[in-house]
């Protein structure tokens, strides 16, 4: 394998990935805001909540485009950029994906439309029934990617058949109700619906501060502030939950993220502060709280948290088990009835993966020295430093939003958003859930390295037999275009932001709703 | 668990399945790229442009669902397929995706500022995001059936030998134009039934009759082509239809002809190259009459049966291989496991019944045609 490429290839992965994810969260979490207030405008019937729903519609819109049409590439980059990944976990992998387009996809796109345009061609419920399709679209399509995502992290109900010389599912309920996608989609759709929330929560302050449309803003303010208290509280639940979930099958990430070079006597505590230094294995200038690692890694005061130390040495027992399968599965492939080989591959097949590590250092991983098995072994710890700072700016972020929207939800009682520090706090921190977001999926993905399935196929394998030209062509082009189009979707939310609440001209329900200027649409409050 | 439909028929199954998909795609998402394909030239002013493009935004998100199910389920059921082609085509795959990213973001920001300038530029977006996957999707055909330059090792990595240029040779390219064609006579076909009377409709249906006749000229200058050339595959030997996925169990030779042995075994499958030449006139009798559903009803018998033609006259080849046919993907050789197309057809049973009613009330809804008078007046309007 040509590293460049693979390298080339993560880079471009990683780009259009995370660039698709600035607009996701927002769907999520903006949908199922527009969901509720477009509810509470039918149960009161009152205009203003019309024109509120409409107002967040329309920038729920500039965002949903773009979400759409970046969702296509990562579609697509599975075949283009990897193609060897998608051969070897195709008959799994690909099944989550095509049900996604199948059950959600085709929900929300083609309930979208009818959303924007079928506000004069329906009855009121049957508008709000198809709001809720959109936000139920979405969600569902979360569902299935995190089930395909949370299958990469723990490849259940799957196994290798050496006559395809590919992972085939053996049983599809173990990739369905996988915990690690579970405790992933719960933990990934609640983050969507805290953006969404300080979204609205920062766009409403803002209007606030200037005094304009301050009714519209309010009762947004209110929805958002217990959407998002709701929301932020099941964030941490379930970024908990999902840190249980490692201790089964992505020891080394946890250890990873705790800059846990030795194992610790049970129960372990959890740093809140430290420098891990890879080069001497060591954590400096630590800060512990005791107990606490190990009450939330196994849930008991007698569990072990495995260092990585530990876990290197268990990779390199699994590197020599994978070797014999390996070395069955290329007699296999000459005498496809051999017996013999057949049992030894039934005996290891679980690590074959791993001695697919060794083809970084060898062509024939059956010719390595012990030297390279132990670089092989290595190669399993994800890059410490990286994890462990993400891990906490992550999860600071993830309390600071359950402090903030309980301080939203105290104004939204006792002073009505009168206070004009908080306003300004809630327009200063609405980029803060798209780091959190962001460094949440770097961590999961870069924790996952060396492998693109755990255990099953190094990343470096799964690359196409491109060339380095061709990558960055297609890097530099996905970059311009992205690029410009970031632009163009940040000056049209701001400049729909800047209008505010306006509806230029009479529809059905008549005149009242038309405002100009600065001042709100509606009747005062 | 026992699987009641054994692995052939599922195979089969699939195979027919993936030709839906593509016939689903182009019949919906095929009208938005016609038309995209059409707008510097259908739209005169910047209110016959927006009645245009009224006329697809509520329904262009549903119709792209379409590229991106056939993906998912190609991925899902065909994996070799998926992996194989993708990455091969991966500059001319970029276009496209670059392309589509570009069409669905001109519908929507285009109205956002009145400047002309601003809205122009939209307009060319619009071109190129329907103009390039349509030609791009035909050239692809074109080269699927002279075979591809891709090989696979023992470990079943694909590597391909062809250049981005390389996939324009002159037979592509007449497949690419016709593509082109096909897809231009169905935008206009389906847009005649989508706006008011006027300039706009008159400047429709003369598009579609030059697309009628481009299409019916170069789909029989392609069946000429095909039968006198030297494309075709054959697999030598048993062919094990039941056997696992792996290419390299089931050797196949370059076969000069062997595109029209199915028509010889089985001379029902003439019913498409036959839907694929009355459908391009069908659609002139519509527009010569002035029946919107004559011609609707020509352009998807043309572009039903130009890919059925395609399909049938190759299989079981699905991407056969030019520089080494030992590798050439074919149905018997290139699905997912017995288990994974089962579960695949069982979701799409209980699914896809349900997205054709919602997609049907869908356009039941937003039935009617878009008019200049509803441009100027509807607030919600692009």
């Known amino acids: 394998m040509d590293m460049a490429v693979v390298e080339l290839s993560r880079l471009q992965f990683a780009l259009t990935a995370m660039y698709h994810f600035l607009f996701v969260p927002l769907t999520l979490g903006l949908s199922f805001l527009l969901v509720i207030m477009e509810s509470i405008y039918v149960m009161t019937g009152k205009e203003i909540w019309r024109v509120i729903t409409r107002f967040w519609g329309k920038l729920f819109g500039v965002n949903f485009v773009l979400g759409v049409a970046t969702g296509i590439t990562m579609e697509f980059e599975f075949g283009t950029n990897w193609s060897y990944y998608a051969h070897y976990v195709g008959d799994i992998f690909g099944a989550p994906l095509a049900i996604e387009g199948l059950m959600a996809f085709f929900l929300e796109a083609t309930f979208v439309g009818l959303m924007f345009f079928g506000w004069d061609r329906l009855s009121k419920v049957g508008h709000l029934a198809v709001t809720f399709c959109v936000a139920l679209g979405s969600n569902l399509s979360a569902l299935w990617i995190l089930i395909a995502n949370g299958w990469m992290q723990n490849p259940a109900g799957a196994t290798f058949n050496p006559e395809t010389m590919r992972m085939e599912v053996t049983d599809f309920y173990s990739v369905l109700f996988n915990p690690v996608a579970q405790a992933k989609f719960v933990h990934t759709v609640s983050a969507g619906y805290v953006c969404a929330s300080v979204f609205v929560m920062g766009v409403s302050a803002w209007y606030l501060l200037k005094g304009k449309w301050t009714n519209v803003a309010r009762r947004s303010m209110v929805v958002a502030a217990a959407f998002g208290l709701a929301s932020s509280l099941s964030v941490v639940v379930l970024g908990d939950e999902s840190g249980y979930a490692l201790t089964d099958n992505q020891k080394m990430k946890l250890a990873a993220i705790e800059g846990m070079w030795h194992t610790e006597e049970a129960p372990a505590g959890l740093a809140i502060f430290g420098i891990p230094d890879p080069s001497v294995q060591e954590t400096r200038f630590e800060i512990k709280i005791p107990y606490v690692l190990g009450l939330i890694a196994t849930r008991s005061l007698t569990g072990e948290v495995v260092g990585i130390n530990e876990l290197v040495l268990k990779a390199d027992e699994r590197i020599r088990s994978g070797l014999i399968a390996y070395d069955a599965v290329e007699k296999l492939k000459f005498q496809r009835t051999d017996p013999v080989a057949r049992e030894s591959f039934e005996k290891h097949k679980r690590d074959l993966g791993y001695a697919m590590l060794l083809k970084r250092y060898v062509g024939d991983p059956r010719q390595a020295t012990d030297q390279q098995i132990l670089m092989a072994a290595k190669d399993t710890i994800p890059n410490v430093p990286v994890m462990f700072w993400l891990f906490r700016i992550m999860a600071g972020l993830g309390f600071f939003f359950i402090g903030f929207f309980a301080l939203a939800f105290y104004c939204a009682s006792v002073c009505q958003f009168e206070k004009k520090w908080f306003l300004r706090v809630a327009v200063v921190i609405i980029p803060l859930p798209w780091l959190a977001i962001e460094g949440g999926w770097v961590l999961a993905e870069i924790g996952r390295q060396p492998w693109a399935v755990e255990g099953v196929l190094p990343t470096f394998l799964g690359a196409s037999s491109l060339t380095v030209s061709q990558i960055w062509t297609t890097i530099i082009g996905f970059t311009l275009l992205y690029g410009a189009l970031a632009v163009i979707e940040v000056r049209l939310m701001l400049s729909t932001i800047r209008k505010g609440p306006v509806e230029h001209h009479a529809s059905d329900t008549g005149s009242q709703i038309e405002g100009s200027g600065g001042i709100a649409p509606l009747s005062a409050e | ?317 699905i991407l056969p291989s030019a520089i080494d046919p030992q590798s050439s993907l074919t149905a018997w050789n290139a699905s997912s496991s017995h288990l994974t197309l089962w579960i695949m057809l069982l979701v799409t049973l209980i699914f896809l019944p349900i997205v054709l009613a919602y997609t049907a009330w869908a356009m039941r809804v937003m039935f009617g045609r878009v008019t200049i008078e509803q441009v100027r007046t509807n607030p919600d309007f692009y």
């Open chain 2, 1 to 317: 668990m026992a699987i009641p439909l054994d692995y052939e028929t599922l195979r089969l199954i699939w195979w027919a399945l993936m030709g839906v998909l593509l016939i689903g795609f182009t019949l919906t998402d095929g009208y938005d790229l016609g038309v995209a394909a059409l707008m510097p030239f259908i739209g005169k002013t910047d209110e016959e442009r927006r009645m245009v493009i009224n006329a697809i935004a509520p329904h262009w998100e549903g119709h792209q669902v379409w590229f991106i199910l056939g993906g998912g389920a190609i991925f899902a059921a065909w994996p070799f397929v998926y992996a194989v082609s993708f990455s091969g085509f991966y500059l001319a795959m970029f276009l496209v995706l670059a392309a589509l990213i570009l069409r669905p973001v001109s519908f929507k920001y285009r109205s956002k500022h009145a400047d002309p300038a601003w809205r122009t530029r939209w307009d060319w977006a619009l071109f190129i995001g329907g103009l390039v996957p349509a030609l791009v999707f035909g050239v692809a055909v074109g080269n699927v059936l002279q075979g591809l330059p891709f090989r696979l090792d023992s470990d079943l990595r694909a590597f391909y030998e062809g250049t981005l240029l390389g996939l324009f040779s002159p037979f592509a390219l007449m497949t690419g134009l016709l593509s082109v064609a096909m897809i231009v006579l169905h935008g206009a076909g389906f847009l005649a039934t989508k706006i008011e009377e006027g300039p706009v409709l008159e400047r429709a249906r003369r598009i579609g009759t030059a697309a009628a006749l481009v299409s019916f000229v170069l789909f029989a200058l392609g069946g000429v082509w095909v039968a006198t050339s030297q494309m075709g595959f054959r697999i030598e030997g048993i062919v094990d239809s039941m056997g696992p996925s792996n290419p390299r169990y089931v050797p196949a030779l370059p076969a000069p002809g062997a595109w029209l042995d199915n028509y010889g075994q089985h001379p029902w499958m003439l019913l498409a190259p036959i839907l694929g030449l009355a459908g391009p006139l069908v659609a002139l009798v519509g527009i010569r009459s002035r029946s919107h559903l004559i011609n609707l009803a020509g352009s998807s018998m043309a572009t039903i049966g130009i890919i059925a033609t395609v399909g049938l006259s190759m299989f079981p080849f």
